[in-house]
């Protein structure tokens, strides 16, 4: 049902922060339904859960980035956004945003976004 699309700049500086856009449709980012997520894939590496919004705006996130981590979101325009800061080339990955729908565990997933971060 949900549909998700990120979008962002491709290559960051190092020292910069990274921010990524995740747009949704077919489903308000305010519905208790659902949780919002972001995920990220280094290059040969398996997949790291980076933090999540809920419905009500309140965030929680990996404890590894939780210094460097922001999610926030702007309900106008259905919209939830990743800002991570300070980043090396380890940063270096696929970023994902995804959805799930509590009652289902239905799993639904942007495309992902290549980032690299380099000078």
């Known amino acids: 049902q949900v549909q998700l699309q990120e979008s962002g700049p491709g290559l960051v500086k190092p020292s910069q922060t990274l921010s990524l856009t995740c747009t949704v449709s077919?489903?308000?980012?305010?519905?208790?339904?659902?949780?919002w997520n972001w995920i990220r894939q280094p290059p040969g590496k398996g997949l790291e859960w980076m933090g999540v919004?809920?419905?009500?705006?309140?965030?929680y996130y990996s404890p590894s980035l939780k210094s460097r981590t922001s999610i926030s979101r702007d309900t106008s325009k259905n919209q939830f956004s990743l800002h991570l800061s300070s980043v090396t080339p380890e940063d270096t990955a696929v970023y994902y945003c995804?959805?799930?729908?509590?009652?289902?565990?239905?799993?639904?997933w942007g495309q992902g976004t290549q980032v690299t971060v380099s000078s």
């Open positions: 995804n959805a799930i729908r509590i009652i289902t565990n239905t799993v639904y």
């Open positions: 077919g489903g308000s980012i305010t519905t208790s339904y659902y949780t």
């Open positions: 919004i809920h419905y009500d705006g309140s965030t």
